[in-house]
């Protein structure tokens, strides 16, 4: 039987699942890795992208599930490499981005016995990851690297999504043993566990309540946005006349030229959470970019409703109380409501609201407008910068 290096094994485990790029700088301590990538890449249909600095290669990942839906992975090596992930984790945990960041050491047999002698490459990554991430290991024996990589982007990918972590040694990359005693599989489980919808007969109650309500306020967050529910969020609106606010994870889930859209943190939007005596709110924790849901920006609690859809129970009635916990799926829980609210109401005019929320918006961006066009002040706006870029 043919034996192989633990970095081909690592390799092989990240092609089991559906790993496209790896982003990292290169390093001593994972080139074994680095050459059965260089070797077999090709092969695999995976590219290294080599950035100019770790916290880069993390953010291009976080970007990178954000834009795809798909996890990403990120690798650093020891020391100050590893640490230099870091502003990036934080931002993918913010987020539910789920990256998977694998980190290296040195030689097992130095790596912990030279710390304290003065090495500049031998902190513990451990605790350093621990506060980031969902699920922080490490792998010590060469044939755990399939099964540890698979419960890597298990747990990345399951419930709330989010950053996870695993430290491999240099030797245990190094290592070589027979195919047979590390056997590397898709995790099926992860792939095709079938999208969950919420209990019928609490949508049913969702729907009536939609329904009755005098204005309903679509909130679309990053849940929506990664269960691919921009369809939903828009039929849904469009069938009741809603007005249509999102997260800033959020951008994009809807046309932003459409006429029901309002865009997140502009006074319009915020117009829309406190008027509203029922909020839809469809994968968000309603977190601090949303104000935590909380009075002035949002109406009072006690008389404005939530419905809240969430795949994750945990985030639901997390910063302001649920009316009604819808748990499922984004997109398939839309599509229940949908279905319920088309059955109980035609479709409606847009909402007499909508006119003013429009007039703020319009003075909002007139106003962001005449900032930027000034191209002669200093110092250069950002949104300048983003404008030229566009």
Not at 191 to 215: F, G, H, I, K, S
Not at 242 to 271: K, Q, W, Y
Not at 316 to 330: E, K, M, Q, S
Request: proline fraction near 7%; aromatic fraction near 4%.
């Amino acid at each position: 039987m043919a034996e192989i290096s633990g970095g081909e094994l690592l390799l092989r485990a990240l092609h089991a699942e559906g790993v496209r790029y790896v982003n990292a700088i290169t390093d001593g301590t994972y080139m074994v890795f680095l050459e059965a990538l260089e070797r077999l890449g090709d092969e695999m249909g995976i590219r290294l992208i080599v950035p100019r600095h770790e916290a880069a290669a993390a953010h291009f990942a976080d970007a990178y599930t954000r834009v795809t839906g798909e996890p990403a992975v990120v690798m650093a090596c020891a020391g100050p490499g590893a640490a230099n992930l870091l502003s990036g984790i934080i931002c993918a945990q913010g987020e539910g981005s789920p990256v998977v960041a694998i980190t290296t050491t040195r030689r097992s047999d130095i790596g912990d016995a030279y710390r304290h002698k003065g090495s500049t490459q031998s902190p513990d990554h451990l605790p350093l990851f621990r506060p980031a991430v969902k699920w922080n290991s490490k792998i010590e024996h060469w044939h755990r690297i399939p099964e540890m990589v698979r419960y890597a982007f298990h747990v990345a990918t399951s419930g709330h999504p989010g950053p996870v972590h695993l430290l491999i040694p240099e030797d245990v990359l190094a290592a070589r043993g027979e195919e047979s005693q590390a056997p590397v599989w898709t995790n099926a489980v992860r792939r095709l566990t079938a999208r969950p919808p919420a209990d019928p007969e609490l949508v049913r109650q969702a729907a009536r309540m939609l329904v009755e309500a005098q204005l309903v306020n679509v909130h679309a967050g990053g849940g929506a946005q990664r269960a691919g529910a921009g369809d939903e969020v828009l039929a849904l609106a469009e069938h009741l006349g809603s007005p249509i606010t999102n997260t800033v994870s959020a951008r994009g889930i809807v046309p932003e030229d459409h006429p029901l859209f309002f865009a997140p943190l502009c006074m319009a939007s915020f117009m829309a959470h406190q008027q509203a005596d029922v909020v839809l709110a469809i994968g968000t924790r309603i977190g601090e970019l949303s104000m935590w849901g909380q009075p002035p920006l949002w109406g009072d609690p006690s008389r404005q409703k939530l419905i809240q859809i969430d795949s994750e129970p945990t985030n639901i009635g997390l910063n302001r109380p649920a009316t009604i916990p819808l748990v499922g799926d984004a997109k398939v829980v839309l599509g229940q409501l949908l279905e319920e609210v088309r059955r109980l109401t035609p479709r409606r005019e847009p909402h007499p609201a909508l006119a003013q929320l429009r007039t703020v918006q319009e003075q909002w961006q007139a106003e962001l407008d005449k900032q930027v066009a000034d191209r002669e002040r200093s110092p250069m706006l950002t949104g300048q910068i983003l404008q030229v870029c566009n």
